[in-house]
Nanobody, 125 residues
Framework: QVQLVESGGGLVPAGGSLRLSCAGS????????MGWFRQAPGKEREFVSS????????YYADSVKGRFTISRDNAKRTVYLRMNSLKPEDTAIYYC??????????????????WGQGTPVTVSS
């Protein structure tokens, strides 16, 4: 059974930090583009960040650039999202996703075949 399982979410005050993890199982993800998306209440799911299969390239939404850092450890089949200087507007469910085709549409949810169940992040003001 192919799974992506996120962890690390929680409640944090504004200005605080969290590190999200996404552990894959059931298949190798080492050649996939991996991404993080988020969905706030009443809003559509939006792109946060992605990383190429070897970590050579990373991409960020403008809203998180300079505050979030994506990384991966293929030996552990795990992708991370380090989130610093968190703001109340970062409050959302954060989802991990995998794109085996490694398409150029790294910021589009339809490019990703596998999704985790999400982990909630709440930033208090």
């Amino acid at each position: 059974q192919v799974q992506l399982v996120e962890s690390g979410g929680g409640l944090v005050p504004a200005g605080g930090s969290l590190r999200l993890s996404c552990a894959g199982s059931g298949r190798t993800f080492s050649t996939d583009t991996m991404g993080w998306f988020r969905q706030a209440p009443g809003k559509e799911r939006e792109f946060v960040s992605s990383i190429t299969w070897n970590g050579g390239r990373t991409y960020y939404a403008d809203s998180v650039k300079g505050r979030f850092t994506i990384s991966r450890d293929n030996a552990k089949r795990t992708v991370y999202l380090r989130m610093n200087s968190l703001k109340p507007e970062d409050t959302a469910i954060y989802y991990c996703a995998a794109d085996p085709s490694r398409s150029y549409n790294y910021d589009r949810s339809y490019a990703y075949n596998y999704w985790g169940q999400g982990t909630p992040v709440t930033v208090s003001s």
